[in-house]
């Protein structure tokens, strides 16, 4: 199997989790409490993008525009499902700013620097910190309000292991994307993606989890 | 992906990955482990505070039904017979009788029903420190020291230096730890010659002290299991510190009296 048979084995092995995933949530979208709400709308935002990237792709169009634009969903939903889960009124305040401000900086980052051919690592680095420090703020909360007797039963801790581990082993495959193109060949590039979306099958995997389990306080 | 510096580069890179990748896994098995630990923690100090919380609650139930036994006792032993043998002589008086004896009669009932009627006073002040509530601790610890002197026992000193009172419910709760500290003198301080105390209001610092120069007992040492359970008198004293939120320092020995001390800051002054 060549890399970009086995790249495309995995895209599609993602989308199959992603498309899983989006569908529990829509099953289950009466029981759930508003933060798993929130992360199953993001959810269908994610499917959208995926068709049209799939979309753009198949056609040989450009689809790294869609990134920024992706980013930008993904931060505001995120900060808004972590907003309903800290329940912190000074987070709570703060939420629309930082996230308005990332926004803001996707926006003018895709209209002022617009990109067919490269990744933008910077925006796909700043975008994984603030990710990060939404679950740190979720893992303070746990360690600080001791509520949870058992963090297998609860649904934002699988919501923010998956961060964890989707955000801290992707940002070094951000960090290397374009120097990987233009140094390398495209064999590595494709391989070093190939784990990107494993470990986005990780982290669906981990949604996945969330909106099945039933919280147990 | 042939080229030398191409593996080495792969090589350091998935490496790279790896290492963040178990960063990650180790972040989160430090904070389910962590987490566990915590609420553990937590959950040995809610029985212990449970515990804690019930044996107080005996405590209380307990000093209740002692006090309503007393209460009991006091009146069927004291008012009961008192008031009995007055309704004897009012029986009495309604026969024939010499009108001397008569006249007698009507004195001794007279008396009787006096004793009764301080019997009841005292019952009543045993039951609710009227004078704590009209004119304040320091008037009510004079009284309760007046009292004790006139029973003769053992001579009591009392200094008061009290320029700010507390609330009521403090003063009562100060008033019932003094009340059963000078009892616990009077019983067991066999051989004291004098009882002091004090009630000082210095700084921030609220102090009662009392102090026999009597036998004295060997306390346990400090972190040691104490022999015995303390008794309901010492119990409803540590109760009453605790919801003050007071400190209590007792200092004995044998033959060289007992001393006690409940310190009782200002911030917890309401």
Sequence with gaps: ?217 | MDSPPEVTFASLFFGGIAFMLLAAGGLVLFLVVYQKRLLQQQLRLQAAEATHQQALLAAIVEAQELERERIGRDLHDGIGSTIATAKLLVHRLEGPQPLADRTDLLGLVKEIMGTAVQDVRTVSHSLYPVVLARFGLAEALQHLVDVSNEAGTLAVALEVEYPRPLALAQELALYRICQELMHNAFKHAAGATRLGVQLRQRGTLLTLAVDDDGCGFALPAPGAPALAAPGVGLRSIDVRVQLLRARLHRASGPGQGTHTRVELPAAFVV
Aim: hydrophobic content about 55%; some cysteine; proline content about 5%.
């Design chain 1, 1 to 217: 199997m060549t890399s970009d048979a086995l790249f495309v084995f995995v895209a599609r092995f993602m989308e199959f989790a992603l498309a899983v995933t989006f569908l529990s949530g829509v099953v289950r979208f009466r029981q759930l409490p508003p933060e798993l709400r929130c992360l199953v709308v993001f959810l269908g935002l994610d499917v959208l993008t995926e068709i049209a990237s799939d979309w753009l792709h198949r056609h040989h169009q450009p689809n790294l525009f869609l990134f920024p634009i992706f980013a930008a969903v993904e931060i505001w939903f995120l900060a808004l499902v972590y907003d309903r889960a800290l329940q912190w009124p000074a987070f709570s305040r703060w939420r629309p700013w930082l996230a308005g401000a990332f926004v803001a900086y996707c926006v003018l980052d895709g209209w002022l620097f617009p990109e067919v051919a490269r990744f933008k690592p910077a925006l796909q680095i700043v975008e994984s910190v603030l990710v990060l420090s939404l679950v740190g703020l979720y893992f303070r909360k746990l360690l600080r309000e001791l509520r949870v007797t058992r963090l297998d039963q609860e649904p934002m801790f699988w919501v923010s292991t998956g961060i964890v581990i989707n955000s801290l082993g992707s940002i070094q495959i951000f960090l290397f994307s374009n120097y990987l193109l233009t140094h390398y060949s495209n064999q590595l590039s494709t391989a070093a993606w190939a784990v990107h979306t494993l470990l986005n099958v990780v982290l669906y995997a981990c949604y996945c989890t969330a909106l099945w389990i039933r919280p147990r306080k």
